[in-house]
């Protein structure tokens, strides 16, 4: 069973970085197709970016492009997402999900392709 484990969140000031990490067990990172989603309170799930499982594809939502970056060490079997010029509204739980391979760009922005997800870490961005 893929189990997935977030972690690097924290409470920053704008326009500082951060790095969140997802560590993957159960199953090699090379067989799934990746997402990272954030939910802030009283709002809905929403995608943030994407890594195809051969790495040549990566996808972001239109806050995150040119501020976030996608990665993925299939060696250590993690995911990375660098966030950089955080803003306030980017203060959210951020989840990494996992799905399976060969996926449509846009099933990879759905929330309901991925079938499996970590529990969640905290970023919170202070003005």
């Known amino acids: 069973q893929v189990q997935l484990v977030e972690s690097g969140g924290g409470l920053v000031q704008a326009g500082d970085s951060l790095r969140l990490s997802c560590a993957v067990s159960g199953r090699a990172l090379t067989s799934v197709d990746m997402g990272w989603f954030r939910q802030a309170p009283g709002k809905e799930r929403e995608f943030v970016s994407a890594?195809?499982?051969?790495?040549?594809?990566?996808y972001y939502s239109d806050s995150a492009k040119g501020r976030f970056t996608i990665s993925r060490d299939n060696a250590r079997n993690t995911v990375y997402l660098q966030m950089n010029s955080l803003k306030p509204e980017d203060t959210a739980v951020y989840y990494c999900a996992a799905a399976g391979p060969f996926l449509s760009p846009l099933a990879l922005r759905r929330a309901q392709t991925y079938g499996t997800w970590g529990q969640g870490t905290q970023v919170t961005v202070s003005s």
């Open positions: 890594i195809t499982r051969s790495s040549s594809n990566t």
